[in-house]
């Protein structure tokens, strides 16, 4: 109940449209893409923590905020990995992004509203997720990227931020998420943050004249 109170004074109190993510690591990991790859401009949406994926999909799922804000618009970014069955069993009414590098997008039924995948880039963590070879259904069955991930070819020693479990490599863990969002992700150049390029330009183009 409490949760459901702080997003709706969010969503009443901002006139932009809202973005949400997973966590408050998304939140800023986001925002300072956006600051490199449009320096200057004003980010045309609220970038707003939604606790966890659970909520995240409850939030989506449900009609509620749709019909009492029919007229703003909302997206979703969840992670590759467990997140993904929250992700597809939104009802969605079409594809809007179908290229796994640009993120995956869907909009969903009867609702002002578009959910994403996190973009997956073509390196050897892609195999975490994707399988070229399956004929049928491409994602692995239990897919791992979250968004430090993305940063995966920005250091040459990676058992900095990461470790490797089961064949799986990981982010070292919840704790140094934060840590890791606020004082190395400003650090890395323009280019780290191309792959949410696509995701951002599909994003404004749905805000405009909003």
């Known amino acids: ?53 659970g909520f995240l999909k409850t939030l989506f799922a449900r009609q509620e905020v749709f019909s009492t804000y029919p007229n703003k618009k909302f997206f979703a970014l969840f992670d590759f990995d467990d997140a993904y069955e929250d ?19 869907r909009k969903l039924a009867n609702k002002n509203a578009y959910v994403f995948l996190l973009p997956i880039i073509n390196n050897d963590l892609k195999q975490q997720v994707w399988d ?33 479990k089961n064949g799986v490599k990981l982010f070292k863990g919840d704790k140094y998420k934060v840590k890791f969002a606020k004082e190395i992700v400003p650090t890395l150049p323009t280019e780290s943050f191309e792959v949410f390029r696509p995701m951002f330009e599909l994003i404004k183009s749905k805000c405009e004249g909003n």
């Not at 992700?87 to 179908?98: D, K």
């Not at 290229?99 to 997008?105: E, Q, V």
């Not at 070879?133 to 940063?151: A, D, G, R, S, W």
Request: include cysteine; charged fraction near 30%.
């Open 132 to 164: 070229e070879e399956n004929p049928t259904e491409k994602i692995v069955p239990k897919p791992h990227y979250c968004i430090e991930h993305i940063f995966w070819d920005s250091f040459e020693d990676k058992s900095t931020w990461f470790r490797e």
């Open 87 to 105: 992700w597809r069993s939104l009802n969605s009414e079409c594809n809007e992004e179908t290229d796994i590098s640009k993120g995956l997008c």
């Open 1 to 53: 109940d409490e949760s459901k109170l702080l997003i709706d004074n969010v969503i009443r109190t901002s006139s932009k449209p809202i973005l949400f993510v997973e966590g408050p690591s998304d939140v800023s990991v986001l925002n300072t893409a956006y600051k490199n790859l449009y320096a200057g401009e004003d980010i045309p949406i609220l970038i707003q923590d939604a606790f966890d994926r």
